[in-house]
């Protein structure tokens, strides 16, 4: 089990003839993120729930009020 809990530092390194590994340094954030931060230009808040159903009130009565108007120009094409 001790070589379960071993580190990367103890592992034998691979080495290939005429090959040398450049040293690396890692500038970007901490990886896994710990603690999710806002975007710089978030998106607005979401609408209340008054706001969402007022908005459907308002496409419903829209729908309507276009299949009344469709049936009346139809209704005089087929008269």
Avoid at 19 to 48: C, I, K, M, W
């Amino acid at each position: 089990m001790d070589e379960e809990n071993s580190t990367s530092e103890e592992l034998p390194v691979i080495s290939l003839p005429g090959h040398t590994a450049a040293a690396v340094n890692y500038d970007g954030p901490e990886f896994p993120v710990r603690e999710l931060q806002p975007l710089p230009h978030s998106s607005p808040a979401q609408p209340t729930s008054d706001e969402m159903a007022s908005r459907l009130k308002r496409a419903d009565m829209l729908q309507t009020e276009v299949i009344d108007w469709f049936a009346s120009k139809l209704s005089v094409l087929v008269l």
